[in-house]
T-cell receptor, first 119, second 110 residues
Framework: GAVVSQHPSRVICKSGTSVKIECRSL??????MFWYRQFPKQSLMLMAT?????????EQGVEKDKFLINHASLTLSTLTVTSAHPEDSSFYIC???????????????FGPGTRLTVT | QKEVEQNSGPLSVPEGAIASLNCTYS??????FFWYRQYSGKSPELIMS????GDKEDGRFTAQLNKASQYVSLLIRDSQPSDSATYLC??????????FGTGTRLKVLA
């Protein structure tokens, strides 16, 4: 159980174009999903928290107009990188919180990640 | 600034030994604690969650939590080369968000 999928796994795009990444919880409902970015040899950086049916909450320093997040259903959240530039090249990982799991924080399950390369 | 600190390593242990990974956190109000394993180029995989003081065992893994001292640790018994990875400590201060440490790289030597 607790499987999260992400698509695509790898994408190469040209500078100035937009890229959409999908994150799906396959066997549980996720009212909250998270989007992270990870640069080589660095830890995960939380970009935004995505709540089903409401606007995403972005972390300080993350441009909400550049990284558009939509959480249309309990199993799907999307991240669109608009007008991508080479500095946006990174490993983007989503996670979904299983709302039935124990503890105040809940357990997050991660998707396999999307490696974005902007040329 | 709420922080989670881990020794970056690498921590090298021989095959079959116990690997001990440590994590300290600054927010005394933190309520939930997690250990993730991340192989190079892959996303994190949940190993253990722990919410109350003491030990929690799952197979070869034992998580230990001491809220008074603000540390959480992960013991891996009978370490295998396949355990070689980066281990991330994550702390939740009572919200849904995690604060991640920078990870400890573990190398199990065959």
């Amino acid at each position: 159980g607790a499987v999260v999928s992400q698509h695509p796994s790898r994408v190469i795009c040209k500078s100035g174009t937009s890229v959409k990444i999908e994150c799906r919880s396959l066997d549980f409902q996720a009212t909250t999903m998270f989007w992270y970015r990870q640069f080589p040899k660095q830890s995960l950086m939380l970009m935004a928290t995505s709540n089903e049916g409401s606007k995403a909450t972005y972390e300080q320093g993350v441009e909400k107009d550049k990284f558009l997040i939509n959480h249309a259903s309990l199993t799907l959240s999307t991240l669109t990188v608009t007008s991508a530039h080479p500095e946006d090249s990174s490993f983007y990982i989503c996670s979904a919180r299983d709302r039935t799991s124990g503890g105040a924080g809940g357990e997050q399950y991660f998707g396999p990640g999307t490696r974005l390369t902007v040329t | 600034q709420k922080e989670v600190e881990q020794n970056s390593g690498p921590l090298s242990v021989p095959e079959g030994a116990i690997a001990s990974l440590n994590c300290t956190y600054s927010d005394r109000g933190s309520q939930s604690f997690f250990w993730y394993r991340q192989y190079s180029g892959k996303s994190p995989e949940l190993i253990m969650s722990i919410y109350s003081n003491g030990d929690k065992e799952d197979g070869r893994f034992t998580a230990q939590l001491n809220k008074a001292s603000q540390y959480v640790s992960l013991l891996i018994r009978d370490s295998q080369p396949s355990d070689s990875a980066t281990y991330l400590c994550a702390v939740s201060p009572g919200t849904y968000k995690y604060i991640f440490g920078t990870g400890t790289r573990l190398k199990v030597l065959a």
